[in-house]
């Protein structure tokens, strides 16, 4: 009897804050939920662009980082890593969640940075919620669409970069008003995270110098990475996936991880991914606590005029293929934005994006395909 009492106390406890508040989500509830990963594409998908609200007041950033950080020199020595993960959304679609990875860094303690999409906040308030709420996690811009902003005017780009922002301040707010604690133990869940986000990451991670120019007059810092895990290649395998990463990884890189439903094995990677860096004696962090060392003079960036993968201009190579996105995009949002009798799912189920086959007369790649370097 003393013993089942003991467990229902403890149960209760965990269930209310020492200050009386609720704590948001159960164990359970932040776990991966069936089905979570797949992406689905179908007129359902659209979502209107947030409408203009007062968004807080943005950071002022000096013009010396108008540039792109793609990695940290780490002054002391010390082996620190930044795991990122991008989670972004196309118009036509809804893109998925790939909650093992995040079951497993919470598991472990793994600190993260996450660009997530203002499109895809929107489609997935909860887990958008989650990840701000949660102590590990840093959330960060990924644009409004999964748009290649070097095809993009002044205003369209602007658009891109706000749209995310105010998407990303809705769920902020929504999370304060719901006055609930992400652990027992914590602050209110809102006040693990900041009210704007700060870190910013182009769409395929193809940019001009205008766009930098754009992003720091944001108060956003534009991040790239140094190494990529090349996981939205469908050819790309869990143990080629470890193979480009942990013996490659040096003091202050920063990886590149997709967790949208196109990280094909990344899932399965991330275990023996974590476990072989720490076996090297690397402890994890997040852009953020990287750009702290840099203020307290224990870290420097290394930055650069332009955005590239492994090497200057080859994200251009996806300037043709985001055109056609692009043109693909805009012929769907005028079909929808037409559509006077609402936005109710067809009667038809949706196609997942997994299963789809190319015809022999489409040139174009799956929408998969362009993320490669997202």
Not at 113 to 141: C, S, Y
Not at 328 to 337: D, I, N, Q, T, V
Request: aromatic share 8%.
């Amino acid at each position: 009897m003393i013993i089942v009492l003991v467990c229902v106390v403890a149960a209760m406890a965990s269930k209310k804050s020492l200050a009386g508040e609720a704590t948001c989500w159960s164990y359970a509830e932040l776990l991966e939920a069936s089905n979570e990963p797949n992406v689905r594409v179908g007129r359902f998908a659209y979502r209107e662009p947030p409408g203009d609200i007062q968004l807080t007041e943005k950071m002022k950033l000096s013009t010396y980082y108008n540039k792109a950080i793609r990695s940290f020199h780490i002054k002391d020595g010390r082996k620190l890593v930044a795991l990122t993960f991008d989670i972004g959304e196309q118009p036509h679609e809804i893109s998925g969640y790939q909650g093992k990875i995040f079951d497993h860094l919470r598991k472990h303690k793994v600190r993260a940075t996450v660009f997530l999409g203002g499109k895809w906040m929107v489609t997935h308030p909860e887990r958008t919620q989650q990840m701000i709420a949660d102590p590990l996690f840093e959330v960060a811009n990924h644009g409004w669409e999964h748009r290649n902003l070097r095809l993009l005017d002044s205003v369209e780009q602007q658009r891109a970069i706000m749209r995310a922002q105010s998407a990303y301040e809705t769920q902020w707010r929504a999370l304060k008003k719901r006055n609930c604690k992400f652990s027992s133990t914590g602050p209110a869940a809102h006040n693990n995270a900041p009210p704007q986000m700060n870190l910013w990451r182009f769409p395929f991670g193809a940019c001009r110098a205008d766009s930098l120019q754009l992003v720091g007059d944001a108060g956003l810092y534009s991040i790239q990475w140094n190494l990529s895990s090349s996981d939205p290649w469908k050819g790309q395998t869990k143990a080629r996936m470890v193979a480009a990463v942990v013996p490659r990884v040096k003091p202050g890189s920063i990886v590149l991880f997709h967790a949208n439903g196109r990280g094909w094995h990344t899932s399965a990677a991330i275990p023996q991914i974590i476990s072989g860096l720490k076996k090297r004696g690397y402890e994890f962090v997040t852009i953020g606590d990287l750009l702290d060392l840099t203020r307290q003079g224990k870290a420097e960036p290394v930055l650069t005029d332009t955005c590239y993968d492994s090497r200057p201009g080859d994200t251009n190579r996806y300037d043709k293929l985001s055109g056609q996105l692009h043109a693909k995009y805009e012929r769907f949002l005028r079909r929808m934005r037409g559509n006077t009798g609402g936005l109710k799912p067809p009667a038809t189920k949706s196609k997942r994006v997994t299963k789809r086959k190319r015809t022999k007369a489409s040139k174009t790649p799956e929408p998969d395909a362009f993320n490669r370097a997202d």
